[in-house]
């Protein structure tokens, strides 16, 4: 563990790589990893990227991290996919779109995940294999994830700016409010922006977040660009606007706040899921839990006054 | 815990047809495995897939003709890479008499035309499981 | 289009008559067949490999409804159902093309003689793929693949060497490019070949395969076009070809390949269709005349196992086509309306096991093809499961067409399997059936943004998912492979064709071209195409006077995937 560490700490692809695998299948080792690694972590720029299955999330990812790489930037991305629901398996298609002349100097760590069988959630998962490469020296950290329910407001929990990629058939700006991506996002990309209907789509979604940034007196209006990434259109002006909410966050300890509530998320999260794991441990111990059930079947107690009963347990723990 | 067998699939350098090792990677999904699909690549890219996915399989489909150069040359470069437990398999149409070349040269197995998608499914739990 | 406009419900035959049958045919399933029969009917299991229903029994019936001048017609005649010519095989037997490539073009100058000199009309020319792809033979990316599968091609030296000795205007060639990106660069070779050897250009017959789907849909690759870059440059193709070489026929609709990367019958010949469809709205844009491009078209179809289905393909195909052309973009020129089609039979039918039962495989197919009225064939080997045919295995091919062009006496009657009940009435469905899927296409945005949307792989992943299946639980049999398995069914071996020194001679004579060539010039030419990829204009008479000047095909690759940039396909899952 110690050399593989050292050799990822020095860059080695293969021992980020396995460090990586370490936490993806909750090895035994995976919390001392994230120990061990977690100090040297927190230098990185973490970008997330999500939006409806086929906008083109992959190739502006390909473009935006030869941007970075232009400017001398190391690249690490985790790109997320859905896995089958009926076999759990996954097929991931997201590095086909990288590699196409790329310079031999640029450096980019790319991994592929499957959402379905990420022990302990997509979003711990995700986060530990980014702090990694963020450990291991990796400049940008870019999370891709399908915009499916939950995933897109863990990549909001774990990134410094979301880009929100849509596309001219996402539709109009009541359903992309509805789907929740107005609260994540603090960039939009509206991508294949060569097909009509992308200038309306634009203008309705920026006319509702100004609105919404002036209700809520935010500082950051986000901006939504119009690109045509398969065409290399408008590529530099989202890239400057998601470095302009970089610099932004860099002002008035906007990062450092924005971290500190996702930290505080995080902690509460996996402090729930440690009691949780606590208590019921101790209820299969015992017969308690059984009793309880039997209790509430038979209508003798309520479901709240049972779990004030365990919980008045776990107290005394 | 487990994780799915992870397996990359490329087609080897410029050959065209992707019909066969997309069908091998639907089925292997479909299998439980994670397939990691890259497209057309070249033996350096399909080794760095391999090490930053750290695959337990790489899979090559050609029907091209340059199993001998292209393919031998990947297993070589994982050899150098430290990624010699990478089992590699390899898939098209390849000449039977070539058949003992590459596994000479450390391929695993060679899948021809016809070959049943179980035959290759178990192929690689069998190889990754020993 | 298609039945409903049809205004009789009763045409071939007498009410009474159809009366008489119709209830000859109820007595017949009530009571002559067996009980078991009867219900292996009723479970309506049985259709075409592209899922029309097939009936136990067809009879006068299930095409009563047929009008025989309206939805039939004489051969030549509109709506061509019965084939494009009057007395078709009789006065023009179908063109006997064989592949030929493999190696250097001096392997293949060769191999081309070898076929003339057997009685072979044309020839199909293979490139290796390097050269499909665009890439020079001593490039990196050409690694292990320089003359496998194909001839190498660089520079217009090597279309000289491939023809060394052979009469340009003597032989109806086909340029088997594929990409509309390779189509605009080697047919160019080959006109400036001829140029110089001082044929005229009405003198120079063949076709280039010239194919947007083929660039971005049926085969991958690891630098790809964008599909409407691709198509644009299809385009450029067919404008200038037209407009400058009378007797050649600047693209075919590429079904085949599409067909072996996995589509049913009815895509295959929808999508090639909806392909033409686009081109023309492209060219008519750009100002010229449905007249000027239709009768210039050709198309390319796959022969595949269901025999009477893929007769019925051909022929429902010329009547789609002539009602495109004729009704939808108002052809006057009735040359226009004419699908003249090349066929090749299955690829993906012939498996490695137990080879020598392709040639009965492909025996059948081509069969299929002549009663479907191709213009040209080309039965595949037996050993294509294995490399490009050997020159054993490619004499059998041509036996093959032989012997049904000299001794089964098909080709004696036009289009003679017309009037069956089976055949009439799956024509019937085809024309329906690819009439709809060209809707559909349509609604989608047209075939170029289908491409660009992922639409069109995914519709072949689904094809191939669904057929996969179905041979790995047997209910598709191939016999030899899942059926009537031999114990001992290894495969056999055979005698690969290998040309280890292509890559060195190529090497040797890309490095002496260099030496040789004015380097101003080529960088002139260069700088112009450069330029006008920008424009609207077309791009083919800078390619052409790039390679007169030795610029080589890489370079010209190299230079549209700078200016264009580069896109992959959406993956489906």
């Known amino acids: ?20 695998s370490k936490v993806e299948r909750r090895d035994p080792e995976s919390h001392e990893v994230m120990r061990r690694i ?15 299955p086929g906008a083109g999330k992959s190739t502006l990812v390909d473009r935006l991290t030869r941007k970075f790489c232009e400017d001398g930037f190391s690249v690490g991305i985790i790109a997320v996919d859905p896995s089958s629901p009926f076999s759990g398996g996954a097929l991931l298609g997201d590095r086909i779109r990288m590699n196409i002349k790329r310079k031999p100097e640029w450096d980019i760590f790319f991994r592929s995940m499957s959402a379905g069988k990420i022990v302990g959630g997509l979003s711990e998962t995700t986060k530990e294999a980014a702090r990694i490469l963020d450990a291991c020296g990796k400049d940008v950290i870019i999370v891709e994830t399908v915009g499916v329910g939950q995933s897109e407001l863990d990549i909001a929990g774990a990134t410094d700016t979301v880009l929100v990629v849509l596309v001219p058939e996402s539709g109009d700006s009541v359903q992309i409010m509805k789907a929740g991506l107005m609260e994540i996002a603090d960039v939009f990309a509206v991508n294949k922006s060569d097909r009509s209907g992308a200038e309306t789509i634009a203008e309705s979604i920026g006319t509702m977040l100004e609105r919404r940034s002036t209700f809520y007196k935010t500082k950051w209006v986000p901006r939504v660009f119009l690109v045509a990434a398969m065409r290399n259109w408008g590529i530099n002006e989202l890239y400057e606007g998601i470095r302009k909410h970089r610099t932004h966050l860099q002002n008035d300890s906007h990062l450092e706040n924005r ?11 996996l402090v729930e899921k440690e009691i949780v794991r606590l208590v ?24 709240e006054s049972a779990a004030l009963e365990i919980t008045a347990g776990v107290k005394m723990v | 815990m487990a994780r799915p067998i992870k397996v990359v699939m490329a087609k080897l350098g410029l050959d065209i047809h992707w019909r066969g090792v997309y069908l091998v990677s639907q089925f292997l999904r479909d299998a439980g495995m994670d397939v990691v699909y890259i497209g057309n690549k070249f033996p350096e890219q399909i080794v760095e897939a391999a090490m930053q996915e750290d695959a337990d399989v790489v899979g090559m489909s050609t029907l091209g003709g340059n199993h001998l150069t292209l393919g031998l040359k990947t297993v070589d470069l994982l050899g150098k890479s430290d990624m010699a437990g990478v089992k590699v398999f390899m898939g098209g149409v390849i000449p039977p008499k070539h058949i003992p070349q590459l596994l000479d040269g450390g391929v695993h197995k060679v899948y021809g035309p016809d070959t049943p998608m179980e035959t290759i499914i178990n192929g690689i739990k069998d190889s990754v499981s020993v | 289009m298609g039945r409903e406009e049809s205004k009789k419900d009763v045409c071939l035959f007498s009410r009474e008559q159809l009366d008489t049958i119709k209830s000859g045919y109820d007595d017949w399933f009530n009571n002559v067949l067996k009980d078991n029969d009867r219900q292996d009917e009723l479970s309506g299991q049985y259709t075409t490999h592209s899922g029309i229903p097939i009936r136990m029994l067809h009879t006068p019936a299930d095409i009563a409804g047929i009008d025989y001048s309206e939805d039939l017609g004489f051969p030549g005649c509109a709506p061509y159902v019965r084939g494009v010519y009057p007395n078709m095989y009789r006065g023009r037997p179908f063109t006997l093309r064989q592949l030929a490539g493999l ?72 340029v088997v490019t594929h990409l509309p990106s390779t189509s605009i660069v080697i047919p160019g070779m080959y006109f400036a070949v001829a140029e110089q050897r001082g044929t005229s250009r009405d003198k120079i017959a063949g076709t280039c395969q010239n194919d947007f789907i083929m660039e971005t849909c049926v085969g991958s690759g690891p630098e790809i076009l964008p599909p409407p870059v691709s198509f644009r440059l299809q385009c450029d193709v067919v404008e200038y070809v037209c407009e400058n070489y009378p007797r050649f026929n600047p693209i075919s609709y590429n079904g085949y390949n599409l067909r072996e990367a996995g589509t049913d019958a009815v895509q295959e010949v929808a999508i090639a269709i909806s392909n033409a469809i686009a081109t023309a709205e492209e060219l008519i844009r750009r100002g010229m005349d449905v007249d000027q491009f239709a009768p210039r078209m050709s198309f390319f179809w796959d022969l595949h196992n269901d025999f009477f289905e893929e007769i019925a393909k051909c022929r429902a195909s010329r009547k ?18 004419l699908m003249r089609f090349h066929v090749q039979t299955a690829g993906v039918t012939l498996p490695a096991t137990e080879p020598l039962n392709n040639v009965a495989r492909s025996a059948i197919q081509g069969l299929a093809a002549v009663f479907g009225g191709c213009q040209s064939l080309h039965i595949d080997s037996y050993d294509e499961a294995y490399s490009a045919p050997t020159e054993e295995a490619a004499l059998v091919s041509l036996r093959t067409q032989q012997i049904i062009q000299s001794e089964t006496g098909v080709i004696n009657t036009v289009d003679p399997l017309a009037g069956s009940y089976y055949v009439e009435y799956l024509t019937e469905q085809m024309i329906n059936r690819i009439f709809d899927y060209i809707k559909q296409i349509e609604e989608l945005g047209g075939l170029v943004k289908a491409v660009e949307d992922g639409w069109l792989h ?18 598709m049999k191939i016999v030899g492979v899942n059926y009537f398995r031999s114990e001992d069914s290894s495969t056999q071996e055979i005698e690969v064709f290998e040309y280890p020194e292509t890559y060195t001679r190529q090497k040797a004579k890309l ?30 008479p800078f390619t052409m006077e790039a390679v007169k000047n030795l610029v080589t095909l890489g370079e010209i690759e190299e230079l549209f995937r700078d200016e264009f940039g580069l896109w992959t396909f959406p993956l489906i899952s």
């Open chain 3, 511 to 540: 490095d002496r071209l260099r030496k040789e060539r004015s380097q101003q010039k080529v960088n002139e030419c260069l700088k112009v195409l450069r330029d006008k990829c920008h424009t609207d204009e077309n791009l083919y």
């Open chain 1, 259 to 269: 971290r500190k509530t996702q930290l505080k998320v995080e902690l509460r999260r």
């Open chain 1, 1 to 20: 563990m110690d050399e593989l560490l050292e050799k990822a700490f020095g860059g080695d692809t293969l021992s980020i790589a396995r460090l990586i």
């Open chain 3, 458 to 475: 995914r519709e072949i992943a689904n094809y191939n998912l669904k057929y996969q299946k179905k041979i790995e639980t047997g209910e």
């Open chain 3, 320 to 337: 789609v086509w002539y009602k495109i052309v004729h009704d939808r973009f108002g052809a006057k020129n009735p040359k226009s309306a």
């Open chain 1, 280 to 303: 019921w441990q101790r209820l299969n111990e015992t017969e308690l839990g059984d009793q309880l059930v039997n209790d509430i079947w038979e209508h003798r107690l309520d479901p």
């Open chain 1, 38 to 52: 977690y100090p040297r972590a927190g230098k990185a720029y973490y970008l997330g990227i999500t939006g409806p």
């Open chain 3, 103 to 174: 190696g250097a073009p001096e392997d293949c100058n060769l191999r081309v003689k070898y076929l003339l000199g057997h009685g072979a009309t044309g020839v199909n020319i293979l490139f290796d793929l390097p050269t499909i792809r665009g890439y020079n033979s001593d490039d990196p990316e050409a690694e292990g693949n320089v003359g496998h599968c194909g001839a190498a091609v660089d520079s217009i030296w090597d279309i000289d060497a491939f023809f060394k000795d052979i009469d340009l205007g003597a032989i109806s060639t086909s």
